[in-house]
C-alpha cells in the first residue's frame, strides 16, 4: 500500500515559518521525483515545488510565487520529504500535500505539473493570519 502523510502544518502569523513533512511508505522513494501541492478553498490544486531524485543531482523547482522562501529537500534513507516554508504570507494559506510523479523517472528536471503526479494522503492545513 502507497501512503503519504503529511505534518507540520499551523497557524502562523504573516512572515512566520513552518516545516512540513512527508512520511512516505509502501515504496522505495529514492526512484520517484516527488513534489509539494496546496489547495486553498475554491481553487485549483498547484504545484509549490518538485525535487528530482537524488542519483540525478536531486535538482528542484518552485513557483515563481514561493522562490526564495520555501525549500523542498528529500531524505531517501529515511523514507521523508520536507518543505521548509519561511516569510510566510496570507496567500500561502492552505492545505498542502504531497507527492509523487507517476511511474519511476531519473530525469534531471522536475515538472510542476499537479496532473503528472499521485497523491494518498490527506494534506496538512497551513492558516497564515494575524
Known amino acids: 500500500q502507497l501512503r503519504t502523510v503529511e505534518s507540520g502544518g499551523a497557524l502562523v502569523q504573516p512572515g512566520g515559518s513552518l516545516r512540513l513533512s512527508c512520511t512516505t511508505s509502501?515504496?522505495?522513494?529514492?526512484?520517484?521525483?516527488v513534489g509539494w501541492f496546496r489547495q486553498a478553498p475554491g481553487k485549483a490544486r498547484e504545484a509549490v515545488s518538485c525535487i528530482s531524485i537524488s542519483r540525478s543531482g536531486g535538482s528542484a523547482n518552485y513557483v515563481d510565487s514561493v522562490k526564495g522562501r520555501f525549500t523542498i529537500s528529500r531524505d531517501d534513507a529515511k523514507n521523508m520529504v520536507y518543505l521548509q516554508m519561511n516569510s510566510l504570507q496570507p496567500e500561502d494559506a492552505a492545505a498542502y500535500y504531497c507527492?509523487?510523479?507517476?511511474?519511476?523517472?531519473?530525469?534531471?528536471?522536475?515538472?510542476?505539473?499537479?496532473?503528472?503526479?499521485?497523491?494518498w494522503g490527506q494534506g496538512t492545513q497551513v492558516t497564515v493570519s494575524s
Open positions: 507527492g509523487t510523479e507517476i511511474g519511476a523517472s531519473s530525469n534531471p528536471n522536475c515538472v510542476l505539473a499537479p496532473g503528472l503526479y499521485a497523491f
Open positions: 509502501g515504496f522505495t522513494l529514492e526512484r520517484y521525483i
